[in-house]
Nanobody, 118 residues
Framework: QVQLVESGGGLVQIGGSLKLSCTAS????????MAWFRQGPGKEREFVAN????????DYADSVKGRFTIARDNNKNTVYLQMNSLKPEDTAVYYC???????????WGQGTLVTVSS
């Protein structure tokens, strides 16, 4: 059974930092393209960042470039999202996503809430 468990969300002040974690079980992250998405209040789910399965290439949404960093620890089967210089518009539920590199399987975590407030 595949599980993606996010953690690290919470309440943070404007300009603060948080580090989200996504720990996978039932799959090996090095065979998946791993990504973070988010869904803000009243908004559709949107792409935040991803890291490719083979070379670990990273891509980011324009809105988070220079502030967020995605990384993975293969030994821990975990993907991280370091978020710095947080803004109120970063407030959202953040979801971890795993897309199988050699097929069509896709999995989602349950989400973790990030609230950026003054």
């Amino acid at each position: 059974q595949v599980q993606l468990v996010e953690s690290g969300g919470g309440l943070v002040q404007i300009g603060g930092s948080l580090k989200l974690s996504c720990t996978a079980s039932g799959l090996i992250i090095t065979t998946y393209n791993m990504a973070w998405f988010r869904q803000g209040p009243g908004k559709e789910r949107e792409f935040v960042a991803n890291i490719t399965w083979s070379r670990g290439r990273t891509d980011y949404a324009d809105s988070v470039k220079g502030r967020f960093t995605i990384a993975r620890d293969n030994n821990k089967n975990t993907v991280y999202l370091q978020m710095n210089s947080l803004k109120p518009e970063d407030t959202a539920v953040y979801y971890c996503n795993a897309n199988y590199a050699l097929g069509t399987m896709s999995f989602w975590g349950q989400g973790t809430l990030v609230t950026v407030s003054s």
